[in-house]
């Protein structure tokens, strides 16, 4: 059976990254989830894929140069499907309290070595306070992310996100021994899938938002697939 994670929640149908997206996936029965994680200026993990805050929230600055106390202050309704209500960017600490999901892939983009580093051993830390070890991989297109995680953290779970084919991602993956490929759709060949399975890696493809696509990608046996439209992946796989 393919699984289905929500992308960034559900941000084809609810502002993207905000726990009205990941609270919307719930309702819907899809028990997996996908989001983005930045460090504050005070070193609180909060959820926004963008190292800037503008697309989302329309203000100006970086994530990296603010509280947490402000950052959870924004309205991250922009840019986005309508929405009625407000919906604040949410802390990681916030979605482990509220939304109990079944697996969490927690992409953290580029970042210094420094950050990379800081990053993932915070992710650690609140992942043993909520005692979440066995329902979170931590993934990353990064070299320096995926060096600290292997380096800092080597107890949680890893995972590459792959959009390019001009390095193999089967031999990436393979050097920073991870246990999941976040595989962009296009790159999903039923040869490169099957070898990529028979290497012990969970396939996570993204971003799936076409039915025929969907269906496509199970019959090739990608373990999971994630999807702006939760809905539309429950309403096509079950």
């Known amino acids: 059976m393919t699984l289905i994670y929500g992308h960034r929640g559900a941000r084809g149908e609810a502002p993207e990254n905000t726990l009205a997206g990941f609270e919307l996936c ?14 504050s200026r005070d070193g609180e993990l909060v959820v926004i894929h963008d190292p800037t805050l503008k697309r989302t929230t329309g203000r100006g600055g970086k994530v990296s140069e603010k509280a ?15 929405w009625p209500r407000p919906s ?3 802390t990681l600490r916030g979605l482990f309290e509220k939304c109990p999901f079944e697996h969490w892939q927690l ?12 990053t993932v051993k915070a992710i650690a830390q609140l992942v043993e306070e909520f005692g979440l070890q066995e329902k979170i991989t931590v993934t990353s297109a990064s070299r ?14 890893r995972g590459l996100v792959a959009e390019y084919a001009w390095l193999d991602p089967l031999k990436v993956a393979a050097h ?11 790159l999903c060949t039923p040869e490169r ?23 496509r990608l199970a019959d090739f046996g990608a373990d999971s697939l994630i999807t702006d439209f939760p809905s539309l992946a429950r309403r096509t796989l079950g």
């Open 26 to 39: 719930l309702e819907l029965g899809v028990r997996r989830c996908e989001l983005d994680l930045h460090l």
């Open 68 to 82: 947490v106390a402000d950052l959870v202050a924004l309205d991250a309704r922009q840019g986005g499907p309508v």
């Open 88 to 90: 604040p960017i949410p």
């Open 107 to 118: 992409e953290v983009k580029s970042a210094s070595r420094v950050r990379a580093a800081q």
């Open 144 to 157: 320096e992310v995926l060096g600290a995680l292997q380096r800092d953290t080597p107890h949680l779970a």
């Open 176 to 186: 920073y021994d991870c246990h999941l490929l976040a595989l962009n759709w296009t």
């Open 193 to 215: 899938l099957l070898k990529a399975q028979r290497q012990g890696l969970h396939v996570s493809v993204w971003t799936v938002n076409d039915a025929s696509l969907m269906r």
